[in-house]
């Protein structure tokens, strides 16, 4: 297994469009997480995955943007009718459940360019 | 609520100097993870280090050590000897012990290694 990945890597759209982004997580791994990092900033949590259920929404997740893992394995995140403060990178992290906290191995992200 | 400052924004060193990257936390929970994560120019959060709440021996770990003092809330992270492959931004991350891997980010500190 390669670690995750996400597709795209990049996307340019124009404001008022909906756009989907795709996260593959290592095959062993039940958890998944969405974050967003702008500009100089740190990542912030948007949302979280067990296996197929969300457990866990931040506020930051607004109406707009809406998030699934259907058959517990790869997940997609949602925009719709995009704003140019949607602009960031999305990146997807997953890890395994074993009791314990166990290491997110992080995506390389897809960058989100809103014009 | 959980934040994290990294007071530093950027630092810059030649080759083969130490580099101490400093960490603050504020948390109500009485335990806790706390991460290091090195993000090269690829945009891939690589995992450095982690240390949770119930143990505050300092270790080293290769080129990299740690520094951690709860009294003061602090999380220090130094690389030894640097390379110009240390170039990054590195952040700091705080997770409850909850096990869902839901992590608050610094803003980071972009490291950069001249030869």
């Known amino acids: 297994d390669t670690g995750v990945s996400q597709n795209p890597r990049h996307k340019i759209t124009k404001r008022g469009q909906n756009v989907t982004f795709r996260c593959d997580p290592i095959?062993?791994?039940?958890?998944l997480y969405w974050y967003r990092q702008t500009l100089g900033q740190g990542p912030e949590f948007l949302t979280y995955?067990?296996?197929?259920?969300?457990?866990?929404k931040s506020r930051l997740l607004s109406d707009r943007f809406s998030a699934e893992r259907p058959k517990g394995s790869f997940s997609t995140l949602e925009i719709q009718r995009t704003e140019q403060g949607d602009s960031a990178m999305y990146l997807c992290?997953?890890?395994?459940?074993?009791?314990?906290?166990?290491?997110?191995?992080f995506g390389q992200g897809t960058r989100l360019t809103v014009v | 609520a959980q934040k994290v400052t990294q007071a530093q924004t950027e630092i810059s060193v030649v080759e083969k100097e130490d580099v101490t990257l400093d960490c603050v936390y504020e948390?109500?929970?009485?335990?806790?993870?706390l991460f290091w994560y090195k993000q090269p120019p690829s945009g891939e959060l690589v995992f450095l280090i982690r240390?949770?709440?119930?143990?505050?021996q300092n270790e080293i770990s290769g080129r990299y050590s740690w520094n951690f003092q709860k009294s003061t809330s602090s999380f220090n992270f130094t690389i030894t000897a640097s390379q110009v492959v240390d170039s990054a931004v590195y952040f700091c991350?705080?997770?409850?012990?909850?096990?869902?891997?839901?992590?608050?980010f610094g803003a980071g500190t972009t490291v950069t290694v001249r030869a």
């Open positions: 991350a705080l997770s409850d012990l909850g096990g869902d891997y839901k992590l608050s």
């Open positions: 948390t109500r929970d009485t335990t806790y993870y």
């Open positions: 240390r949770n709440s119930f143990d505050e």
């Open positions: 992290a997953s890890s395994g459940s074993t009791g314990l906290l166990t290491e997110a191995f």
């Open positions: 995955f067990q296996n197929e259920a969300q457990l866990e």
């Open positions: 095959s062993e791994h039940n958890r």
